[in-house]
């Protein structure tokens, strides 16, 4: 008889061949996605000098997010997550090269309605497949790195944006995104595995249908810990595509006559502070807890948003943006760890495209409440608004959200005789 030493668990890998191509490819589509969240709005504008007008593509195209992210859940169960990230960049970059040749509000309209929907099946399906290849202990930052690279191609769209500004028109920009988004195809296509999970096997497909009712499919969703993380997500959403998205361009053009290369650098600053701070964010967040990030960064991103309505010059918009950078790269992040970690292995899917549902009514709610209250309120009156509803959301989740990361259990030495 001997005594075998005990098998130490491996760790879990964070740059590993399943990860590393993810990260570059949300580099080229944050690039891309950069440059367009600065063109949009201001190419809008020159179609139609009406903010409410303006905010109401970006709102639609969160409802082309609302509807297909559920749809793209429960079809990535079903058929995988790579064949839909394919479909969702394609359809993007369909969309992006044809707005090169439009010249009206209704077609520009249509377009960004059509590439919302390659928006989520990309993002969705993406992901899912993030969830599917990490574990709870290094997610985190896993998702954290993914943060990051999408955020450095986002400072990089926005500063390439403005360039191209200096030359060209705005049909650049959409060249611009459409190129980056083909890459990302590439990527997807020859990097990126299916990392959907292995059928079930047969003698458990009696248990399986026993768990499978109406009942039991909806349980996930009817809990305590699912509803405040809706509330935390949609608070996000408010304060990223209302605020910072949607009316921080034409706000810095039309209050402090800024010039869209300045607006593009000021966007750029703001994602820098993003990619320095995500990853010690995942870090805290996989030691400490989802809360201990999230919580804290929504308080940042009401602050940020009362900054704004204050400001009224260069200076005070790069203050704000700078405590966006902060306060985005804390919680944005994090929501989505948090919605990752309450997502059962079956299902995970479905799940996760429901839970982008309400991520995308923030989307769609967000631009135009606050659109509407800065055409016919002010813009301070929207900010001001945006900001109490994050100071509430996050007391809320401070106050009654639990908590998702387990703590780590330290494996107790087996003996094994043979």
Known sequence: MSTA???QPTKPGILTKRTLPIFVAFFFWGAGGGAQNLGRPLFAYSLEQNIFLVTLILAFNAVAILVASPITGFMSDRWGRKPLMITGASLRAVTAF???FIDSYIEFFVLEF???IGIAMWMTSANI?????TDQEVRGRVV???????RLGQVAGPLMGGLLLLTFDFRAIFLFNGVTKLVTLAVALFLIGESKPKAVPKKREVEEKKSSS??????PFKTKTFLFLVLATFAVSMMGQGVFATLLPLYAQDIADLSPTSIGTLLGMGGIVAVFVSFPNGMLSDKYGRKFSLVPGLFLLAGAAFLLSISENYIGILAMVLLYGLAWGMSQSTSQVYAMDLAPKEGRGAFLGVWSLFQASGGFVAPLAVGAMAQWWSFGGAFIVVAIWLGVSATLVMLFAPESRAKSKVASPQKTTS
Do not use: F, H, N
Not at 129 to 133: E, F, P, R, S
Not at 144 to 150: D, E, F, I, N
Not at 214 to 219: D, E, G, P, R, T
């Open 5 to 7: 030493e005990p098998e």
């Open 98 to 100: 044809i707005e090169m």
């Open 114 to 116: 059509i590439g919302g």
């Open 129 to 133: 497949l993030i969830a599917d290849v």
């Open 144 to 150: 954290a790195l993914r943060g990051m690279s999408q």
């Open 214 to 219: 109406i009942s039991s499919k909806l349980a």
